[in-house]
């Protein structure tokens, strides 16, 4: 079953944890053959290449419930949809500018019962809420998204770790990180995950 890699590296997923994240390789199946939200040649590799590679923040940093977080610039739900089954004390507002994006990210959450994810067709710009701490994946560049996403990063902490952002980036990023570089933290997603295809992949923290 391929969501198994799912549970080597996250052993303590509970029984209904499980079942949601089993069922997530047939609904994205059958809505990426309507909606093109992820490659072709990428939707065999679902588990390895978007909901694991979403689980890479919650192996850097395990939020603590009540946390708010919003997805920015979801596409199909990644990497909120995953974070959301992972930490169901937390509560996850997923945007996109893209309308039928949202609509696959919805129709995910509803089809797995998620509560605590809320997908909406919004611009970052737009978007006025409050969250401890923003996620996204290859959306923009890091000094474009935190020009966007820093109005909504509460001054209320409820983490050891201070709010802010936190994204998944990969390949040479030393231009990009150079105006945060007192301040951001860098960790290599290889080391939680063995496989081959998260070389050179990272988990970007910058408080805010």
Same mark, same amino acid.
């Given at each position: 079953?391929?969501?198994?890699?799912?549970?080597?590296?996250?052993?303590? #997923?509970?029984?209904?944890? $499980?079942?949601?994240?089993?069922? $997530?390789?047939? $609904?994205?199946?059958?809505?990426?053959?309507?909606? %093109?939200?992820?490659?072709?040649?990428?939707?065999?590799?679902?588990? $390895?290449?978007?909901? #694991?590679?979403?689980?890479?923040?919650?192996?850097?940093?395990?939020?603590?419930?009540?946390?708010?977080?919003?997805?920015?610039?979801?596409?199909? !739900?990644?990497?909120?949809?995953?974070?959301?089954?992972?930490?169901? &004390?937390?509560?996850?507002?997923?945007?996109?500018?893209?309308?039928?994006?949202?609509?696959?990210?919805?129709? +995910?959450? %509803?089809?797995?019962? #998620?509560?605590?994810?809320?997908? &909406?067709? #919004?611009? !970052?710009?737009?978007?006025?809420?409050?969250?401890?701490?923003? +996620?996204?994946?290859?959306?923009?560049?890091?000094?474009?998204?935190?020009?966007? +996403?820093?109005?909504?990063?509460?001054?209320?902490?409820?983490?050891?770790?201070? %709010?802010?952002?936190?994204?998944?980036?990969?390949?040479?990023?030393?231009? &990009?990180?150079?105006?945060?570089?007192?301040?951001?933290?860098?960790?290599?997603?290889?080391?939680?995950?063995?496989?081959?295809?998260?070389?050179?992949?990272?988990?970007?923290?910058?408080?805010?």
């Amino acid at each position: 079953m391929p969501h198994r890699i799912i549970q080597t590296y996250f052993p303590q #997923l509970s029984a209904q944890q $499980l079942k949601q994240f089993s069922k $997530l390789d047939a $609904l994205y199946r059958d809505w990426n053959a309507k909606i %093109n939200v992820i490659s072709r040649k990428d939707i065999d590799q679902l588990y $390895l290449h978007h909901v #694991l590679h979403s689980l890479a923040i919650a192996r850097f940093y395990r939020f603590t419930p009540g946390t708010k977080i919003l997805d920015f610039g979801t596409g199909g !739900g990644f990497p909120g949809i995953p974070l959301a089954i992972m930490f169901p &004390e937390c509560s996850f507002k997923l945007i996109d500018g893209t309308g039928k994006k949202i609509r696959v990210a919805q129709e +995910v959450s %509803n089809a797995i019962g #998620l509560k605590n994810c809320t997908p &909406e067709h #919004l611009r !970052g710009e737009d978007e006025k809420g409050q969250y401890d701490f923003v +996620v996204s994946r290859a959306v923009m560049p890091l000094p474009d998204l935190y020009k966007i +996403v820093r109005k909504n990063i509460s001054r209320q902490q409820h983490n050891a770790l201070p %709010n802010g952002i936190l994204c998944l980036k990969g390949g040479a990023l030393d231009a &990009e990180l150079q105006p945060f570089k007192k301040f951001v933290q860098t960790a290599d997603i290889h080391q939680y995950f063995d496989d081959e295809w998260f070389k050179q992949k990272y988990v970007i923290y910058l408080p805010v």
